[in-house]
């Protein structure tokens, strides 16, 4: 008898216990229907870019000699993961290095930000662009005419001295 | 002036013999009833994707119209416009009944639900909640018409399932059902709401809800399953199902489904407003200057808020957890609050 009392007892606190944990959820429901929306409006907001976003990587023009600062050294082409970009440059009689083209394929890019971080001149940066869809596959090949567009007007900033090997050249001469 | 009164006169006016007025009435009354399920469908399924979205911390629809109103009347057009197959292999008359045989009852209910005082009901039946219980089971028959005609394995399951839970659950619904009968002493929709009216110390009013919070609660769970939403929504368990008994169906068969269904939440809304919050008494007599009408309608909607709060917090359930809820569960709990309530009738 008192056996199947307790039974009785335990299965009418476990129903308890079950509206009480309905009553829980239905709480932690409402909280979410009073809480802000995360969904952005998007084509009338946008997102705020967090500082060093990494969107597709851009040749900013210098304001003071109206060009970009690329010296065609062909780092960035090495380094891409993807071997997206092409810079061919060819030697003057003095020994200056002149940058024929430079051109970046945006399908392939992943954005992983190498070839800027390898530029010894810094003329690449990773622009804030994002909206990078196009109605052709021709239109997705960046010339550096608009590389330079992307990258607007922007002062280079002097990358910090940072020897590319460990030890100094006195030490490996 | 009522109904008839605008009939009588357009019709003396018209030259119309006098005898058509009734059936002229009844006809008038039917379609008002039919544009008022279609309005209210279309704008349950906006507030349920509205409410679910917010749920979510999502927006919800709000790109077709003001605040996206007019989302489901463009989703409506779109299924209308959409092309009706019947699968090659399935049971041709059968397949078409049966979204008829689904939608005409859920529609038929509408004939006791009392919208407010008087004549704001299209006929105040003697045994209103003896038909409504009698009415909502005959979907039934339809689902499972469905479900056999599609000649889908995926639809049959489906029906199987939705067979098994409305009928268990049809149990408890008209158990919890019972209690404001016994207390109004009617089956009469309108008289359960007139046992209802008055306050208890000037400030309280005396809905059934006071003495039957346990068999509301049952009439919600019971109500969840009927209408077919979340934690009982296993009879088209998109997950496992593909979408049970409609798999097969598109088009306007299609929409009639969708239809019962929603007309079928309204309507088990507007009953537990009905039997529990007093369905068209205002709070408080100092607040009777708000129409009858609009009280009803406030109360259906917060119950159908509830209803789509609580279809966005819990999981569904499996098949046998549902079933012995049902039957070991609510159904005991129902009987003991029916005791219960003869106990609070034989001391009152």
């Not at chain 1, 060819?90 to 970046?104: G, I, P």
């Not at chain 2, 009734?22 to 994707?49: C, E, S, T």
């Amino acid at each position: 008898m008192s056996k199947a009392l307790r039974k009785i007892g335990a299965y009418t606190c476990e129903g308890f216990y079950a509206l009480y944990s309905i009553a829980k959820g239905l709480i932690v429901t409402l909280i979410n229907l009073l809480r802000g929306k995360v969904t952005l409006m998007y084509p009338e907001a946008r997102w705020e870019l967090p500082e060093g976003y990494r969107g597709f990587p851009a040749l900013p023009v210098d304001p003071e000699t109206g060009q970009d600062v690329c010296i065609g050294c062909g780092a960035c082409a090495r380094i891409c993961p993807t071997q997206l970009i092409a810079v061919e440059a060819h030697m003057t009689e003095d020994k200056k290095r002149v940058v024929d083209s430079f051109v970046m394929n945006a399908g392939l890019c992943m954005f992983c930000g190498l070839c800027a971080d390898v530029c010894p001149v810094g003329a690449i940066i990773m622009s804030d662009n994002y909206e990078l869809s196009a109605f052709s596959r021709d239109d997705l090949i960046y010339d550096r005419r608009k590389l330079n567009e992307l990258g607007g007007l922007r002062k280079p900033e002097p990358k910090p001295e940072e020897p590319v090997a460990s030890g100094s050249a006195e030490e490996r001469a | 002036m009522t109904l008839t009164e605008v009939i009588e006169l357009v019709f003396r006016w018209l030259h119309i013999p006098q005898v058509w007025v009734q059936p002229a009435v009844m006809l008038a009354a039917a379609v008002i009833i039919l544009f008022f399920v279609l309005f209210v469908v279309l704008y349950l399924v906006y507030g349920l994707r509205r409410i679910m979205g917010w749920i979510q911390t999502r927006i919800g629809p709000n790109r077709v119209g003001p605040h996206g109103l007019a989302q489901t009347i463009a989703d409506a057009v779109k299924l209308l416009t959409k092309e009706d197959i019947i699968p090659a292999m399935a049971d041709k008359w059968p397949f078409i009944a049966a979204p008829i045989i689904v939608f005409v009852p859920a529609y038929l209910v509408y004939v006791v639900i009392p919208f407010g005082k008087g004549g704001w009901v299209a006929q105040d039946l003697s045994i209103g909640v003896l038909y409504i219980a009698a009415v909502l089971s005959i979907p039934i028959v339809g689902i499972i018409t469905a479900g056999w005609a599609s000649n889908n394995k995926w639809s049959l399951l489906g029906a199987f399932r939705a067979a098994a839970q409305i009928v268990s659950y049809e149990v408890p619904l008209v158990l919890a059902m019972i209690p404001p009968v016994m207390l109004a002493g009617s089956l009469s929709l309108q008289q359960i709401i007139h046992a209802q009216s008055g306050e208890w110390l000037g400030l309280f009013p005396r809905w059934f809800i006071a003495t039957q919070v346990v068999g509301f609660l049952v009439y919600m769970a019971a109500a969840l399953a009927e209408s077919n939403l979340t934690p009982f929504d296993i009879m088209e368990a998109e997950s496992e199902l593909v979408a049970g008994y409609n798999t097969e169906y598109s088009g306007m068969k299609f929409a009639l489904f969708f239809l019962a269904e929603f007309a079928g939440m309204f309507t088990i809304s507007a009953v537990g407003a009905t039997l529990f919050f007093g369905g068209w008494l205002p709070i408080h007599p100092a607040l009777s200057f708000i129409p009858p009408v609009i009280w009803f309608l406030a109360k259906t909607a917060v119950i159908i808020f509830v209803l789509m709060w609580i279809r966005s917090t819990l999981p569904r359930v499996r098949v046998d957890q549902l079933m012995s809820l049902g039957w070991k569960v609510l159904i005991p709990i129902a009987l003991l609050n029916i005791a219960w309530t003869g106990f609070v009738v034989l001391v009152s």
